[in-house]
Each structure stands twice: as C-alpha cells, then as structure tokens.
C-alpha cells in the first residue's frame, strides 16, 4: 500500500473516530455503576431498569416519535405533490415565487420560523400542543422531502412513461408500475430524513409546545442544565440500536428492490432483442 493511500485511510478513519468516537463512548458509559456519567464503577444494567420506571421520559419518548411519524407521513405527501408541480410544471405562473416560499425553511433560521409559527397560532387562538408542534414540523420537513423529490423525479427517463402509456396503461397503473419504483428510493430517503428532523427539533418546538407536550429534546435540555443522569444515556444507546437497525433494514430492502429491478430490466431487453 503507497503512502498516499495510508495518508487517505488514516485520515478517513480519524474522521470517522471523530464523527462516531462520542457515540461509543456514550453507549458505553450507559452500563456505568456510577450515577456520576464520567466517572466508571463498574458494569450494571441498573439505568435501563430506572429509565423504563421514569414515566416522564417515556411519555416525552413517545410524543417525539409520535410526532416525528405523523409529519415525517404528511410531509412526504405534500413534499412529493410540490415537486411534482415544480418538476412537470415549469411554465405555470407563479412558479418562482411558488419554490421560494417551498423552500424558505431550509434558509430560515428556527428561531424566526418558530416565533412566526407562534404568532401563527395565538392569532388563530389554537391550544398550543401535540398539534401545533405536528404543523410546526411538517412545515419545514416538507421543504427537505420537495428538494430530494425535486432531484429525483427532474432525473427520470419521461419515455418509458410515454411507452407504457402508448402501449395502453392508464395514467394510474403507469404511476404504480413505472414511476412509484423508480422513486422509491428517494421516498424512503425523505420519509427516514424527516423523521429524523422532527424527532431531534428542539427550537421550533421550544416555540409552539404546550402543557403536557414535552418532547424528548425538551426533556433533555432541561436536564442537562441540572446534570446529565445516566438514563440519558441509556435512553441514547436504546434509540442509536433503534435507528441502525432501522437504517439498515431500509438499506437492504432497497437493494435487493433495485438488484430485482435491474435484473427484470436486463430479462426484458433480452426479450425484446429476441
């Protein structure tokens, strides 16, 4: 191996040590002894015990990927509907004023959504809960699900629409058979993206919460000004095997969907050569 290929791997695995080093190190001292989280006393289970007893935590664990499921869905939809506009409606008036306002949250600061999302809805007189907080974060999810379905659907190739349309499919059986695959991917991308937003937003929902709608980032910052206690990082750990397992299980499922795909691509040329 060169020392130019040496250089390259060391300073990738620096970066990696870097980026995911904090994370083990959190897991680890998740099975610490000691109540004091920097402190190691031996290995016990006993936090895992202590965070399935503390009820305010898991009912901020449960607003949180209740929410975050809620808009992570309706984002999705709205995403996919306003790039669709966007991509196949390229000369309908309006359209740059239309992108610009789709688009403003990803450049908005969360402060100045948040206030605004506030003045919102005490104008509106609405009860500040689990619902304003759902709205909050459907709104600026949906403008990461518009770029990424924006990207998407500006890439496909039109004619194999047009040549299953030509051959007698309706508009509807074109979109599940021919265009719904094709995206799926970049679906599955924005969904997981949202998701992840909406469940680490502290700001905006600072903003637009309510009594008894504490989120777990809430509830997390609250404690960490008094002293992290070591539930937090079990709670981290439980949520970081959560989501791998979750990433991966998506990853595998798109790969073989693609493999499959590629491989009734190749067998219908070959047919259509014969």
Request: hydrophobic residues 50%.
């Amino acid at each position: 191996m060169s020392k130019k290929n040496i250089a390259s791997y060391s300073i990738l695995l620096l970066g990696f040590m870097f980026l995911y080093g904090p994370i083990f190190v959190l897991m680890f001292y998740s099975f610490n002894e000691s109540r004091l989280v920097t402190v190691w006393a031996g290995f016990s289970t006993k936090w895992y015990v202590e965070l399935f007893k503390d009820q305010a935590m898991l009912s901020a664990v449960w607003n949180s990927v209740r929410i975050a499921f809620v808009s992570a869905s309706v984002a999705l939809v709205l995403g996919t509907m306003a790039a669709n506009v966007m991509v196949n409606r390229r000369l309908f008036r309006g359209r740059t004023l239309f992108t610009g306002m789709i688009t403003a949250p990803l450049v908005m600061p969360e402060v100045i959504t948040g206030l605004s999302l506030l003045l919102l809805f005490v104008t509106l007189n609405m009860d500040r809960g689990i619902s304003t907080i759902t709205i909050a974060h459907i709104t600026f999810c949906m403008a990461y699900v518009t770029v990424i379905m924006s990207s998407r659907l500006s890439e496909l190739d039109r004619s194999i629409e047009e040549a299953a349309q030509d051959l007698g499919a309706t508009p509807t059986r074109t979109f599940w058979s021919i265009t719904l695959p094709q995206i799926t991917p970049a679906l599955a991308s924005g969904w997981l993206l949202s998701f992840t937003l909406s469940l680490d937003d502290l700001v905006i929902a600072s903003f637009v919460s309510g009594p008894g709608s504490t989120t777990l980032p809430m509830l997390v910052f609250s404690s960490v000004r008094m002293g992290v206690s070591p539930k937090i990082n079990a709670l981290a750990t439980i949520l970081v095997l959560i989501i791998s397992i979750g990433t991966f299980i998506a990853w595998w499922y798109m790969r073989r969907r693609e493999k499959q795909r590629a491989e009734e691509m190749k067998l219908a040329f070959s047919h259509a050569e014969q």
